[in-house]
């Protein structure tokens, strides 16, 4: 019985040591798997359209942006991308992976921009981040809750908590009331901008972080948001400039909803020039082209340190804004309508030798659809069902076929389940803009008001990129517009919007 069993524990001894040796490989395999897991930069600004952007087409040609237009150079510049509607809204997107609509027990709570989440019912993913060895970081505006998840969701934060600090909500570049690691707060003087810039160089240089550990850096600038204030050095820049009034700045506006024939930011000054506290349209969209130099020579800071550091080849950056602005288009002074010139962002996203420099991507994009990429690129499961797709494709071949359409939605200040119930007035806020749920797909665009009785609207934007020509009041194109109010009922319904089966009747509906 022993010498049958000799043979049998020689075997297992062996398959002990060989199950040893696999998992000592496999450990160092691990190992340099997590040392190679690439870093992910996130620069991220305010109320910065796309048009102030250099390498966009639509920039005015004296628009100067190097190291943002040199990122693009070196990655994939999209041509259309919907981060979001507006500041809080959008924050919380990128926190979550939802639409507004799914961001469950966000709500505005107290003097605005006052807020409150419940962290069990909104989870933020950076923590999982955390639990799978990376170490995340967040720097400058926080606009999404007074809790700002510190030693939860960040291991290393410095940010300005808006929210929290109501008083000075509007010190978008003096005189913050900064807090540090959850800690001390104290009042920022210097310039934001670039303070932010410096606090993010020193995070990548290795200052307040592992160095053995990979990590996500989520920058957010306060940058370009009102009162568009440009650093000092800035103010005589982009002299002698004229800036054409927008064709719709003034009302009416054929073919456009009832709501959209009563914005009106603006007042006729001499020879109708638009103006706005006795200032013309070109002053004001000169100094908010000013504000955005600082974002330009923080972003060629950054990249020199990451070259400096030796970093450059494993950080995915990622360039965007929570959403446009317009400045005197469609009447607007503003972001949240779903037009481009309110809400479309500039996107730029760049890697060595994994995405395809200077390439341009065709297809819109949304900003739910960051979350499942950042997770793509990290190697780590997605931790509960998303909106959005993941981007990687694209990355790879940016004029592929892409099948997904781009969802946005604009419920206002209500999130979660609270957007369940439609209010009887459409919940308009923000310059009398409803609710409202827009679709891109390829070259057309969908807009339906959350208001009975009031028109759909629906743009071909490769023939009219200024969304001037309302084609849902055109016979000729009903076959197009029953088809994407549809498809935007579909997407609703894949992302579990609550309000889906009661929105109201549109004008020409049954």
Same mark, same amino acid.
């Given at each position: 019985?022993?010498?049958?069993?000799?043979?049998?524990?020689?075997?297992?001894?062996?398959?002990?040591?060989?199950?040893?040796?696999?998992?000592?490989?496999?450990?160092?395999?691990?190992?340099?798997?997590?040392?190679?897991?690439?870093?992910?930069?996130?620069?991220?600004?305010?109320?910065?359209?796309?048009?102030?952007?250099?390498?966009?087409?639509?920039?005015?040609?004296?628009?100067?942006?190097?190291?943002?237009?040199?990122?693009?150079?070196?990655?994939?510049?999209?041509?259309?991308?919907?981060?979001?509607?507006?500041?809080?809204?959008?924050?919380?997107?990128?926190?979550?992976?939802?639409?507004?609509?799914?961001?469950?027990?966000?709500?505005?709570?107290?003097?605005?921009?006052?807020?409150?989440?419940?962290?069990?019912?909104?989870?933020?993913?950076?923590?999982?981040?955390?639990?799978?060895?990376?170490?995340?970081?967040?720097?400058?505006?926080?606009?999404?809750?007074?809790?700002?998840?510190?030693?939860?969701?960040?291991?290393?934060?410095?940010?300005?908590?808006?929210? +929290?600090?109501?008083?000075?909500?509007?010190?978008?570049?003096?005189?913050?009331?900064?807090?540090?690691?959850?800690?001390?707060?104290?009042?920022?003087?210097?310039?934001?901008?670039?303070?932010?810039?410096?606090?993010?160089?020193?995070?990548?240089?290795?200052?307040?972080?592992?160095?053995?550990?990979?990590?996500?850096?989520?920058?957010?600038?306060?940058?370009?948001?009102?009162?568009?204030?440009?650093?000092?050095?800035?103010?005589?820049?982009?002299?002698?400039?004229?800036?054409?009034?927008?064709?719709?700045?003034?009302?009416?506006?054929?073919?456009?909803?009832?709501?959209?024939?009563?914005?009106?930011?603006?007042? +006729?000054?001499?020879?109708?020039?638009?103006?706005?506290?006795?200032?013309?349209?070109?002053?004001?969209?000169?100094?908010?082209?000013?504000?955005?130099?600082?974002?330009?020579?923080?972003?060629?800071?950054?990249?020199?340190?990451?070259?400096?550091?030796?970093?450059?080849?494993?950080?995915?950056?990622?360039?965007?804004?929570?959403?446009?602005?317009?400045?005197?288009?469609?009447?607007?002074?503003?972001?949240?309508?779903?037009?481009?010139?309110?809400?479309?962002s500039p996107l730029i996203i760049s890697f060595p030798g994994r995405i395809p420099e200077g390439s341009v991507c065709p297809a819109p994009v949304g900003g739910v659809d960051l979350v499942p990429t950042f997770f793509r690129f990290a190697g780590i499961e997605i931790p509960w069902e998303m909106h959005g797709h993941d981007l990687s494709p694209l990355l790879k071949n940016a004029?592929?076929?892409?099948?997904?359409?781009?969802?946005?939605?604009?419920?206002?200040?209500?999130?979660?389940?609270?957007?369940?119930?439609?209010?009887?007035?459409?919940?308009?806020?923000?310059?009398?803009?409803?609710?409202?749920?827009?679709?891109?797909?390829?070259?057309? +665009?969908?807009?339906?008001?959350?208001?009975?009785?009031?028109?759909?609207?629906?743009?071909?934007?490769?023939?009219?990129?200024?969304?001037?020509?309302?084609?849902?009041?055109?016979?000729?194109?009903?076959?197009?517009?029953?088809?994407?109010?549809?498809?935007?009922?579909?997407?609703?319904?894949?992302?579990?919007?609550?309000?889906?089966?009661?929105?109201?009747?549109?004008?020409?509906?049954?």
């Amino acid at each position: 019985m022993s010498a049958m069993l000799l043979p049998y524990r020689s075997t297992c001894l062996a398959l002990s040591c060989l199950l040893l040796l696999v998992g000592v490989s496999t450990q160092r395999a691990l190992a340099a798997n997590e040392s190679e897991r690439p870093n992910i930069l996130f620069i991220y600004t305010d109320d910065h359209s796309y048009r102030t952007v250099g390498c966009y087409p639509e920039a005015f040609p004296w628009v100067r942006t190097p190291a943002i237009d040199r990122l693009a150079r070196e990655g994939m510049r999209f041509e259309s991308a919907y981060i979001g509607t507006w500041c809080m809204p959008s924050r919380a997107t990128l926190l979550t992976g939802h639409h507004q609509f799914g961001v469950e027990s966000m709500r505005l709570e107290g003097p605005y921009p006052g807020s409150v989440y419940d962290p069990e019912q909104c989870p933020f993913w950076p923590r999982v981040f955390r639990e799978h060895g990376y170490v995340t970081a967040q720097i400058g505006k926080w606009h999404t809750g007074v809790d700002t998840g510190y030693g939860r969701d960040w291991d290393f934060q410095i940010v300005w908590n808006r929210p +929290k600090y109501t008083k000075t909500s509007q010190n978008y570049y003096h005189d913050q009331p900064i807090t540090h690691q959850g800690g001390e707060t104290k009042i920022l003087k210097r310039y934001s901008t670039d303070q932010y810039t410096d606090w993010a160089v020193d995070f990548i240089r290795g200052e307040g972080r592992d160095p053995s550990k990979p990590w996500y850096l989520w920058l957010c600038y306060g940058a370009v948001h009102s009162p568009y204030t440009p650093a000092e050095r800035h103010l005589a820049q982009y002299p002698s400039i004229e800036v054409a009034a927008p064709a719709d700045v003034f009302p009416p506006r054929p073919g456009k909803p009832d709501w959209a024939q009563r914005i009106n930011f603006w007042e +006729k000054g001499p020879d109708a020039t638009p103006m706005w506290r006795d200032r013309t349209l070109t002053s004001w969209v000169r100094q908010y082209h000013q504000g955005v130099l600082a974002i330009d020579e923080g972003v060629e800071r950054l990249m020199a340190t990451l070259k400096e550091t030796g970093q450059r080849k494993n950080t995915l950056v990622v360039f965007t804004s929570d959403q446009g602005f317009a400045w005197g288009q469609h009447g607007f002074r503003h972001k949240v309508a779903a037009y481009d010139a309110n809400i479309r962002s500039p996107l730029i996203i760049s890697f060595p030798g994994r995405i395809p420099e200077g390439s341009v991507c065709p297809a819109p994009v949304g900003g739910v659809d960051l979350v499942p990429t950042f997770f793509r690129f990290a190697g780590i499961e997605i931790p509960w069902e998303m909106h959005g797709h993941d981007l990687s494709p694209l990355l790879k071949n940016a004029t592929r076929d892409w099948p997904h359409p781009v969802l946005l939605t604009n419920t206002a200040r209500s999130y979660g389940s609270d957007t369940d119930v439609i209010p009887s007035d459409g919940g308009a806020f923000h310059g009398q803009i409803p609710w409202y749920v827009m679709l891109r797909e390829g070259r057309y +665009k969908y807009v339906r008001p959350l208001v009975a009785g009031e028109l759909e609207e629906l743009y071909d934007l490769s023939e009219d990129p200024e969304e001037l020509n309302n084609l849902a009041v055109k016979p000729e194109h009903a076959e197009t517009l029953r088809r994407l109010r549809a498809a935007a009922i579909d997407e609703l319904r894949r992302t579990g919007a609550g309000f889906v089966g009661q929105m109201p009747p549109i004008r020409g509906s049954s």
